[in-house]
């Protein structure tokens, strides 16, 4: 456990909860008794959040794919894609203090019913024809900050829904990349076949699906922040918690040099070197091994349990050069493809691990506002490594470019092997 940092605008934990009927359990946790990952409320939550990632993986394929087939240029499908994610990138830490606030069950069904109107109107602009790119542009605004007000609360349930929190986080982390797989793909067969405004009624219809199951949960009480803070208060105090911890910070700080050097430009490298080569297909093999590997690694995440997670976790990621070397070493697509499956392997074991200890080390009552400072410096800088892809093809090179996403992916590994906090932090004690 990371020692708190002492710090006069740190928080009390409040004994004031939100949300929850007085006959319910006195304390937020799943109903003793129940099985350790597939109780009551994991499978209706389960249900949600599969519903919610199938969208969530078809969209970006559906809209850009729906307006290149409607005479659009590649400038408008970039345009729609930046209006999906900046709201997401630039609101998330607002919608963890948001889900403190009000709970995260609240705020993640608001998001699902959000998202569940502006799917229906994408719908309705897509099959009658858009007639002004405005409308398509501020229906993407609405998903993306839909989005943001979701995300923080869909960690920070899992502690709540299930005893096993690691198991229950590889359970997901196993859903997550079955539907990254096969939302795109269906979406790109219903695009195919003309149906873009379909794929937005299929997407509306799990929303509303995600909100059902929300809102059929049983939770106990939760806790809360004192009442009367203001928004800006609480987003302080979520950062006074977030840095006070080491281990999280750092994991943070080295996975933004990752995400910049290594993990963002790599898609758009590998396209631009593998589809000249061996075609489309190929590249769609090599990615699809990728999701194929995550499975497994979320499946192993369920029943491995190392005393020291983030440790092991670094251990798995160590696999992930493996991809860009095999690319500049010109290897052939089934050894590509086979290394692309221990990659997945990795990220799978490496993302349950992580999520596990955020998730059992941060207190409930800021677990929102930390888990949005995460995915703001985490996730958040991989649009700008995309971004920077390019130019730094043209400046160095493809090879140089792959060959600093080996280094730096080894780099990170290593760095948060060798980072004491990171290392030797323990699993948190097992709830019965």
Same mark, same amino acid.
């Given at each position: 456990?990371t020692d708190r940092l002492a710090d006069e605008t740190a928080v009390e934990a409040s004994p004031q ?9 006195? &304390? ?7 099985? &350790?990952?597939w109780s009551r409320n994991f499978r209706y939550y389960f249900t949600a959040r599969s519903a919610g ?15 290149? &087939?409607?005479?659009?240029?590649? +400038? ?8 999906? *994610? ?13 889900? +403190? ?10 998001? +699902?019913? =959000? ?28 998903? /993306? ?42 979406? /790109? ?48 105090? /979520? $950062? ?14 080295? $996975? ?31 990615? &699809? ?22 440790? =092991? ?5 160590? =696999? ?13 697509? $089934? ?7 221990a990659v997945g392997i990795g990220i799978g074991v490496w993302g349950v691990m992580w999520a596990t ?8 009552? *800021?677990?929102?506002? *930390? ?25 160095? /090179? ?7 996403? *080996? ?26």
């Open positions: 456990m909860h939100q949300d929850r009927p007085a006959e319910e359990p006195p &304390a937020a946790g799943p109903f003793p008794g129940e099985p &350790a990952i990632l199938l969208s969530w993986a078809m969209l970006p394929v559906a809209v850009s794919a729906g307006l290149l &087939a409607g005479g659009y240029g590649l +400038d408008t499908a970039g345009y729609a894609m930046a209006f999906l *994610v900046a709201p997401f990138a630039g609101l998330v830490l607002f919608g963890g203090v948001l889900a +403190d606030r009000f709970t995260a069950r609240r705020m993640m069904i608001v998001a +699902d019913l =959000a998202n569940l109107t502006a799917h229906l109107l994408l719908a309705l602009l897509f099959l009658n024809g858009i007639d002004h790119l405005w409308q398509l542009y501020g229906l993407l605004v609405v998903a /993306g900050v839909a989005n943001a007000m979701f995300q923080p609360g869909a960690s920070s349930t899992v502690p709540l829904v299930s005893r096993d929190v690691q198991g229950a986080n590889g359970v997901l982390r196993t859903s997550e990349a079955i539907t990254g797989l096969g939302g795109p793909a269906l979406a /790109g067969v219903l695009v195919g076949f003309g149906s873009t405004g379909w794929v937005m009624v299929i997407s509306a219809v799990a929303y509303g699906t995600s909100a059902f199951c929300l809102f059929t949960l049983r939770l106990g009480r939760i806790p809360a922040p004192p009442a009367g803070e203001s928004l800006w208060r609480n987003l302080v105090v /979520g $950062w006074y918690e977030f840095r006070s911890r080491s281990w999280l910070w750092g994991v943070i700080l080295i $996975w933004m040099f990752y995400a910049i050097l290594s993990w963002g430009p790599q898609l758009s490298v590998a396209a631009g070197v593998i589809v000249p080569r061996h075609g489309a297909s190929a590249f769609g093999l090599v990615n &699809a091994a990728l999701g194929a590997g995550t499975v497994a690694g979320g499946l192993l995440a369920i029943r491995y349990k190392p005393r020291r997670p983030l440790a =092991a976790g670094a251990v798995a990621m160590m =696999a992930y050069p493996l991809y860009p070397l095999g690319i500049v070493l010109d290897w052939p697509v $089934w050894l590509l493809a086979a290394a692309q499956v200890s955020v998730q059992t080390q941060v207190p409930g009552e *800021v677990l929102n506002r *930390v888990h949005a400072y995460e995915v703001a410096g985490s996730v958040g800088m991989y649009p700008i490594g995309s971004a920077l892809a390019g130019p730094a093809v043209h400046a160095f /090179g493809t090879d140089k470019v792959l060959l600093v996403g *080996v280094a730096v992916a080894f780099l990170t590994a290593t760095a948060l092997l060798l980072t004491r906090p990171i290392r030797t932090l323990g699993r948190a004690p097992e709830r019965t």
